[in-house]
């Protein structure tokens, strides 16, 4: 009987062992989404918001702990490092394994600065000029796999150059900071700041339009180009058949993105239609004045890029100061900041 006995406490305890083991692992298989979750487009946009401030926050940080040998120089590259798993952890629920294989890119990238700083400060020329290589060999894989992963929303003419100018921008960056012209290197961070924001809303707008059934409330951050699935009276009536609607409608202005450098004046505007029709793109001074058209006529739904030589109406070079970029497409309008440092020559 005590022999008995044992047996069964025993076979309770390892039934409840079992129990213990197993519903956790159950809970653990049952938390992965069968499909994407559903969340408002604003906390969307302003996640993709931080996650970008965040990266050229820390890379700031990092410049300036390994050029100046600051004391908190590992823990600093430790924050910078986590930004890639922020990113890939923000797109997993929509992409799946290719979010981890972009993430791992960007953390190649982040990596990779590291070493062009460590470089840098002991004046290695050889090992600079192989680390700066394999940073941009690495941005146009970024861009690629980008592309690949969402061709409509991140086509590679656009998330190309994004990149090489993130890049650009933060290389000019830890330059001056390491030569000492500070004022440069301000400069270049209210740039980087620029092109930060531009490229948060790149990722999260194409996010958006191409898993639009997974947003609520897309007209607040697209406007136009996010048809809502509230009726205006914030009801969720009839959300089957609205979505139907959302997923078949393409916006006629999905991106709009202004490239090249305030010194030389001539700048690349590259934007993606999600329709063919009228589009108009000029150029206004601070009065709200048109002193340029660049294009003005009928174009078809995708890819496209213009470039505005920094001309103006009569055919003389346009003054240094504040312009904008406005793009017309249908009824949707995007403009673009345009800060031009001197004329072209």
């Not at 390994?66 to 908190?72: C, Q, S, Y």
């Not at 990238?109 to 394999?134: C, F, G, S, W």
């Not at 997923?247 to 490239?259: G, K, R, T």
């Not at 058209?293 to 890029?305: D, I, K, R, T």
Request: proline share 3%; with cysteine; net charge negative.
């Amino acid at each position: 009987m005590k022999l008995k006995h044992q047996l069964v406490l025993g076979a309770i305890a390892l039934m409840a062992a079992i129990t213990l083991v197993a519903f956790p692992l159950q809970g653990v298989f049952a938390a992965k989404p069968s499909s994407s979750p559903r969340t408002t487009a604003l906390a969307a946009h302003d996640l993709w918001r931080k996650l970008w401030e965040d990266h050229i926050t820390w890379t700031r940080v990092v410049i300036m702990s390994v050029l100046d040998a600051l004391p908190g120089n590992a823990t600093y590259q430790a924050r910078l490092i986590e930004n890639y798993e922020d990113m890939e952890d923000a797109l997993a629920p929509y992409y799946g394994e290719d979010a981890e294989v972009l993430g791992d890119l960007i953390q190649d990238h982040l990596l990779i600065a590291v070493e062009i700083l460590n470089a840098a400060k002991i004046n290695d020329t050889a090992a600079l000029d192989d680390a700066k290589a394999r940073w941009y060999a690495n941005g146009h894989d970024i861009a690629v796999k980008m592309s690949e992963m969402n061709p409509q929303f991140w086509p590679l003419s656009m998330g190309d150059p994004m990149w090489t100018e993130h890049l650009d921008a933060t290389f000019d960056e830890a330059v001056h900071h390491l030569t000492g012209d500070f004022a440069a290197e301000v400069n270049d961070y209210d740039q980087i700041v620029d092109l930060a924001m531009d490229m948060a809303d790149f990722m999260s707008n194409g996010v958006m339009l191409q898993f639009r059934d997974s947003f609520s409330g897309l007209r607040c951050v697209l406007g136009q180009n996010g048809r809502s699935d509230e009726d205006d009276d914030g009801d969720d009536d009839d959300q089957g058949e609205d979505n139907d609607e959302q997923s078949a409608a393409q916006p006629a202005l999905v991106s709009f993105h202004a490239q090249g450098s305030p010194l030389v004046g001539a700048r690349t505007f590259q934007f993606v239609l999600g329709q063919s029709g009228p589009v108009s793109l000029a150029i206004y001074d601070l009065s709200g004045r048109q002193v340029a058209s660049v294009f003005q006529g009928s174009l078809e739904a995708g890819s496209h890029a213009m470039t505005w030589n920094g001309r103006v109406a009569d055919g003389s070079n346009g003054a240094a100061g504040i312009y904008f970029a406005r793009i017309t497409a249908g009824s949707e309008s995007q403009s673009v900041k345009l800060v031009e440092i001197k004329p072209l020559n």
